[in-house]
């Protein structure tokens, strides 16, 4: 019965109906969408997107068109979001239909679109559909860190009602893992989240989930108050479909009591209510209640106890032919063995085994189904991620040739200079003796002239160092200068945020441009702590600096931030205090941005490994510094350009940080000038690892 609720719940809540996942209902041929005369191609865009999402309740030939259309208008209007929303509806659609691949691929150029746009609402709502995606397959571990994703989205934008329906996604998944405990805290933060806002859509579905969990659990009477509450509410706002779920575990927790004649009459009113909604999956919740409601009524009577099997028989029975019409392997073998059980129950061995074996042949089709699911949804994944790696190093290509094709240049007019020095100097010579003196002289002129040109290159090589100079103090000034108007727009921002005054929309615009101008903040701290790096190695003496209070400071530091993701930063000195000559300030802003790397593109929850080491088997004996997360590791693609600037690897924030690509450069930078080595690879357990080695004072 939980699966049921649970499958019920992740399509009301994400606006795509009540639909069992493998068979939707019959669909009818789809009318073209009509311009209005006043319509503009956005506007189209935004009434198609809505119309598909109402269609994908019973209608999935309909829904698909509608999205086709809303997809063509919104590229017509140049609607980035229009056309990242409809590529979102025409993945939920392939995922209905079980195309998992086809649903990884629209789901990532989503999330394209979206990226380029920064629309967070936009890449909230895809978390959170890839998260139902991820589960359906049985990818629970991705599924928890995309819902978990979508819920911290959702909350950053103030959007507590999309929130709280991601804490129901996150309790269904921990429930399909086994997680009982986990699963009730989540459904009991996402209904404190609704009933403080005063939100009452899916309160009566968390009270129902709440109370199947409890019945699983064995409590029985907490999950009748529980059914209690969520009937009430179903009534209420007219939800006749969940009104029938809620009744149907209301039956099973009443028959564990004992209490059947009113369990019974829960059993009859969650099928008449399923009746009138119509549709399979209440009708056979009820049917499958009433089953169950009087397998434990003949347990308890002996006496009657025939008559009771014989009707919980005819239940069965119409229990299966509603599954007939349908391709809900897991329901249907579920089903046959109840049956099988029943039967045998009541002496018909022959119906019992045919049943049973049924069954087998059921669940041998859905292990095969779910393994063939859970293949497509990775390899998808696969070449979407395999695809971004090569673009990124197709322009990595580029940009070496590039630089090749200069050199080549440079060196042809080398070399062209070299050529005619030699062939003047050929031709003086064969001047012969009789020209001699004139040869000489000539070639007195001609050596003075060469002399010239060399004084000529080293001056313009010193004017070239002069403008590099002058070029470096205007980035400073310039970095300098934009930093107090980005901080100014980004407080701005954060106040009109605040502000209750302004609409939610709008507030939501106004975050995006909080985000970015941090972004943008971050990217000219790091041009300015480079330039501030250069000109101090230039200036300032090294000093003897210790290694053990260094890293302990830098780990206080950055617990914070830690645990902002509930992450935890373990250290590990050795009892030797180990030193080494260098500046202070810049070692710690080395081991800060490898530390923040690690958090930042490491999963919730994780626990990274800061170890400060010393290795006499290098020449000279040096300090080791290593850094471990838990991460998705680096591709080999990422170890090619890990330490340029401005590059963005394989792996995204996990936290929805901004990332400008300066620093794992600028740690590079950091540890040759005070003559280390810096090197990363994948841990042994998964996760990346970058080890800083420093020669030893």
């Known amino acids: 019965m939980r699966a049921l609720g649970r499958l019920a719940v992740i399509a009301a809540l994400f606006g795509v109906g009540l639909l069992l996942p493998a068979t939707p209902q019959a669909a009818t041929a789809a009318e073209p969408g009509v311009l209005a005369a006043d319509e503009s191609d956005a506007s189209r865009a935004e009434r198609l997107n809505r119309e598909a999402v109402a269609a994908m309740r019973n209608d999935l030939v309909r829904a698909e068109s509608l999205s086709r259309q809303a997809l063509q208008a919104a590229r017509l209007a140049a609607s980035v979001e229009g056309e990242a929303l409809a590529s979102v509806n025409l993945a939920r659609i392939a995922r209905y239909r079980g195309n998992y691949a086809l649903a990884v691929e629209l789901y990532t150029e989503a999330q394209r679109l979206s990226d380029s746009i920064g629309d967070r609402t936009g890449l909230a709502r895809l978390a959170a559909d890839r998260a139902i995606l991820y589960s359906v397959t049985g990818l629970f571990d991705d599924a928890l860190t995309e819902a ?19 804490l129901i996604t996150l309790g269904n998944i921990h429930g ?9 805290r989540s459904y009991n933060e996402a209904l404190a989240i609704k009933r403080a806002a005063g939100i009452e859509k899916g309160v009566g579905i968390v009270m129902n989930n709440l109370a199947e969990l409890e019945l699983e659990a064995g409590n029985t009477e907490p999950a009748l108050r529980h059914l209690d ?6 009534r209420e706002i007219g939800d006749d479909a969940s009104l029938s779920m809620a009744l149907s575990n209301q039956a099973l927790a009443l028959a564990g009591l004992g209490r059947f004649e009113e369990a019974r009459r829960s059993a009859l009113q969650a099928a008449a209510v399923g009746e009138r909604v119509g549709t399979v999956r209440p009708r056979l919740s009820a049917a499958l209640a009433m089953v169950a409601v009087l397998k434990q009524e003949a ?14 028989a005819r239940r069965m ?3 299966l032919q509603l599954l007939a019409d349908t391709d809900d392997v897991g329901r249907r073998e579920n089903a046959l063995r109840e049956s099988s059980a029943l039967e045998e129950q009541r002496g018909n061995f022959e119906k019992a085994l045919e049943h049973l074996r049924a069954a087998e042949t059921l669940e041998a089709r859905g292990r095969e189904e779910t393994d063939k699911a859970r293949s497509d949804v990775l390899a998808a994944r696969y070449q979407s991620e395999r695809q971004l790696a090569e673009i990124l190093s197709l322009r990595e290509q580029a940009e070496v040739r590039d630089a090749e094709l200069e050199s080549q240049r440079l060196y042809r007019r080398l070399l062209l200079v070299a050529l005619i020095g030699t062939a003047l100097v050929l031709t003086l010579l064969g001047l012969g003796l009789a020209q001699h003196r004139r040869s000489a002289r000539a070639l007195s002129r001609s050596n ?16 070239a160092q002069s403008l590099a100079q002058a070029n470096a103090e205007l980035l400073r000034v310039a970095a300098q200068d934009l ?7 980004r407080a701005q921002s954060e106040r009109l945020i605040a502000s209750e005054a302004l609409p939610a929309d709008l507030r939501n615009q106004i975050a995006a441009i909080s985000a970015r101008s941090a972004a943008a903040v971050q990217t000219v701290r790091s041009l300015i702590d480079s330039e501030a790096m250069d000109r101090a190695a230039a200036d300032a003496p090294q000093e003897r600096v ?3 209070a260094l890293a302990r400071m830098v780990t206080e530091q950055m617990g914070a931030r830690a645990a902002a993701k509930r992450q935890r930063i373990e250290l590990d000195l050795p009892a030797q205090v180990l030193h080494c000559m260098g500046w202070r300030d810049q070692l710690g802003e080395a081991l800060e941005n490898l530390l923040d790397n690690a958090l930042k593109f490491g999963p919730f929850g994780q626990c990274v490994q800061v170890r400060l080491s010393r290795d006499d088997r290098l020449q000279p004996p040096s300090a080791v510094i290593q850094v471990i997360d838990q991460g998705p590791g680096l591709r080999d693609a990422d170890l090619q350009r890990l330490f340029g600037p401005f590059q963005r690897l394989s792996a995204r924030p996990t936290g929805g940080e901004s990332a400008a690509g300066l620093g794992l450069a600028l740690v590079k930078r950091i540890v040759d000038s005070h003559g280390g080595q810096i090197d990363a690879g994948n841990g042994s357990h998964g996760g990346a690892e970058f080890r800083l080695t420093l020669p030893l004072a």
Do not use: K
């Open 483 to 489: 930093q107090e108007p980005l901080l100014e727009i």
């Open 546 to 548: 210790e290694l053990n």
């Open 148 to 166: 978990e994703r979508a819920r911290q989205l959702y909350a950053e934008l103030g959007d507590q009602g999309a929130e709280s329906s991601v």
């Open 317 to 319: 029975d119409s229990a």
């Open 299 to 312: 347990a308890r009577f002996p006496a009657r106890a025939g008559e009771l099997l014989d009707l919980a």
């Open 176 to 184: 399909d893992r086994g997680d009982g405990d986990l699963a009730r």
């Open 229 to 234: 509450e969520a009937i009430a509410l179903h």
């Open 448 to 463: 003075e002239a060469f002399s010239a040109a060399l004084a000529d290159a080293d001056r313009q090589r010193g004017h």
